[in-house]
Every structure is written in C-alpha cells, then in structure tokens.
C-alpha cells in the first residue's frame, strides 16, 4: 500500500470520505480530550463508544460500498456457525474506483486502530484499567472492520481470478473446438 496518496486525482466523493474520517476524529478526540480533562468515566464511556458506534456503522455500510465498492456481514448459520458473507462490484466498476478515496479508506480504517492501540499503551502505563474498557471497545470495532474489509477485498480478488480463469478456459475450449470442427 503506498504511503503517498495518488496525485492529479481529486476525491469522487468528498462528503462520504468527510463522514469516513469525520467519527474516527471525533471519537479520538473526544476520548483524548475528556480523559485528561474531565474525571467522569462514564460520560467519557458513553460518549466515546458512541462515536465510535457510528464510524463502525458508517464505514461498515457506507463509505466501503461507495469508496472502495465492497460490504460485508457476519451472520449465523442454522448450525450456529458464523458465516462471513461480501459483496463487491463487478470487476470493471472495481477498476474505476477512484484512487484517492480508496487510499483514504485503507489508510484510515489502519490509523485508527494504531491510534487506540498507543492510547491503550499510554492506558497500561498509567494504570488506567477503566479507561482500558473504552479503548477496548474501539478498538474491537475498529478491528472488526479492518477484518471485515481486507477478507471481503480477498474474496472480491478471488472472484476476479476465477471469473478470468473460467473465461480463459471458455475460450481456449471453444477455439479448440472450432480448430477440430473445422479440421473435420
């Protein structure tokens, strides 16, 4: 993944990467913010999982459909299993994606979780268990979409191959079959 987002290329969609960022922000700061000035753990708590409810939301329903084009859900199955399910666009309204959301969406969704995970060092140091609770909570949603997102791009990935492999080998097997045809 490059460090660098792409040049020459404008947002395509510049308020749904603004509600992208915008949660992670304010739940970053928020719990930044409250805990070294204020002492009451429960506003702190709720306010910050809040937050962090709605990017999970958010992101999870929103801006990875219409920035990088791809969903995913976790259901149960009539065994009890959970079933990872995805969906992603077709193979050429992946190619058009633009660059600079899908640069912005990865980057973020992995900043984010970096940044909960140092809050959470910062936490251990400061013998802040409580505050622990908070952070852990984020950072699972967090996780959770990082998780959600990377296994739902390799299934989307997988997808393509296949589709080019099962159109290559229709090919090959139609150009033989005309070669024999024709032959006879």
């Known amino acids: 993944m490059d460090l660098n987002p792409p040049a020459g290329e404008n947002y395509a969609h510049p308020k749904t990467c603004l509600f992208h960022v915008i949660f992670k922000a304010a739940a970053l700061a928020f719990y930044i913010l409250f805990a070294l000035f204020i002492s009451n753990f429960v506003i702190i708590f709720v306010v910050t999982v809040l937050l962090a409810a709605l990017d999970f939301w958010v992101v999870k329903n929103v801006s990875g459909r219409i920035l990088v084009g791809l969903r995913w859900w976790n259901e149960i199955n009539d065994l009890g299993e ?3 399910k995805f969906e992603s666009l077709d193979q050429e309204s992946l190619a058009r994606m633009n660059k600079k959301d899908s640069w912005l969406f990865w980057w973020t969704l992995y900043l984010t979780a970096a940044a ?19 952070i852990g909570v984020c950072l699972t949603l967090s996780i959770a979409n990082i998780v959600g997102f990377t296994k739902c791009r390799k299934d989307a990935k997988q997808k393509i191959q296949q589709f080019a492999y099962e159109n290559i080998a229709s090919r090959v097997s139609s150009t033989i079959q005309s070669a024999i045809f024709s032959a006879v």
Do not use: E, G, M, P
Request: charged share 10%; proline share 0%; hydrophobic share 75%.
């Open 82 to 84: 959970s079933v990872w």
């Open 116 to 134: 909960w995970i140092v809050l959470a060092i910062f936490s251990l140091i400061r013998l802040q268990a409580d505050f622990l609770l908070v």
